[in-house]
C-alpha cells in the first residue's frame, strides 16, 4: 500500500480549530504518513503570520531594541493551541529559550522557529513522531539546496518512522546551521519528504480547493481544473496562476508523483491533481486554464535582410543581458525581431538598451513600447484539436481586441498573446467563454 505525503500550508494551521481539522484529515486516510506544517498563518485578514513575527522579532534584536513583547505574540499564539487541544506539553520554556536564542542566532533561525513549534505541537497531538528537518535536508555551502544528499538522508530517516511529523521550511547547512527555503518554501520541503518516501501522492493542503481555470478576479465563477500535467502547471504559473511554490514542483515531478492540490477547510472536494503525462488527465476542455500578466513592453527591431545577417539575434539579445534584463519571449519576422521585456527590469534603462542596440546591430528602426499585457492559454488538448488558434484569435476579433503580438510554442501546449494592458480582462473573458461551457 502506497503512503501519501501531506503538506497543510499556514491558513490551514492558524489556530486550535484549524489543527482539529488538520488531525481528522490526516487520520481519515490511513495511508497518510508523513506529515509537513508550515508555521501559523494569518486568523483573519489583518492578522499577522507567525513567520513574519519571527522575521521582525530578529530585526529588532539585531538593532538591539526590545524584541520580547513581539516576541510574546508568537508564543502566545502556540500557547493558546496547545491549551485549546488539551494537550499535556509545557512548551513555555522551549519557546523562552527561543527567546533568547534569536538574539544571537541568523534570521533563517529565527524564521525557522515558527515551522519547528508547528511541527513540534503537531506531533504531540497526533502521537506521531517528530523528525527535524536540520538533519535530513542540507543545503550546500553556498545556500543551494543538497537535493540528492537530503534524499539520501530523508528516505534513510522516513524508513525508520511508520508515521511522521516533518516541519517545513527549513534545513540545515553543513555546518549545522539552520537554513530556510525562499518564503512559501513549505512546499518544497513537502515535495523533498514526498520523493523521499517514494510517496503515492503529494497532498498539498492550502485554502483554496485547487486551481481554476481562470482569475476568479477577472471571470466570474471559473470552473477548477481537475487535472492537468506538470508542464501545464509550469506555464500556468508562469503567467501568474500562483498556488504552490514554483520550486517545489522539481523533486515530485522528477519523481513521477503527483500533486494533489486540497482545501482543509472543505476536505470532501477533491481539488486539482497534478500528473506527470497528459494521459493519465480526465480528458477536458481544449483548454485547461487561461492566465496572464500585465506590465510587459515590446521592443520591436526592423532591419531589411535581417534573416541572412548571421549573429543579429546574438547582438541583440547580449544588448539586453549586458544591462541585466531577461527577456520573456522571442517572437520574430523577416525582417522584423521582437522581444518582449518585463516593465519591472527595464526601469531606467530603457534607453541604454536602445542605444546599445543600435551600435551591435544598426537596425532601420527600433521602437520600445510599453503598456503590454500577456496572456497565455494552456492546453494540452490543444495538440489534437484543429482550429483552436482560428477560435482564439477569432474570440478576442468578436471582443474587438487587437492582438499586438503572438508567440506559439512548437510544443503547441500554448498559445501566447500580448494585448494592450487595458484589454486584458476583456481579452481573458473573451477567449475563457469561447473554450470553457460555463
Ligand atoms: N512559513 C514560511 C513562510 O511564511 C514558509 C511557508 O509557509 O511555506 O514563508
Redesign the pocket.
Known sequence: MGVKVCKF??SSLADAGQFRKVRDILLADPTRCYVVP??P?KRTPDDD????LLYRCYRKAQRRQPYAPLFDQVAGRYIDIVNDLGLDFDIEPLLMETLEQIRTGSPDFA?SR??YFSGLVLSKYLGWDFVDPADILKFDRQGAFASEWSNELASAELARHDHAVIP??YGSLPNGDIH????????I?GAVIARAAGAEIYENWTDVSGFLMADPRIVDNPKPIKTLTYRELRELSYMGATVL?EESVFPVRKAGIPTNIRNTNAPDEPGTMIVLRAEDCIPTDTITGVAGHKNFSLLTIDKAMMNSEIGFGRRVLQAIEDFGVSFEHLPTGIDTMCVVLPDADLFHRKEQIIERIRDNVHPDTIELTSGLALIATVGRGMVRTPGTAARLFGALAKAGINVRMIDQGSSELNIIVGVDVEEFEPAVRAIYEEFVDS
Open positions: 500550508g499556514g508550515s508555521a498563518g503570520k507567525i513567520t513574519d524564521a515558527g515551522e517545513g521550511f530556510t527555503f525562499s518564503r512559501g518554501g513549505s512546499d520541503s511554490h
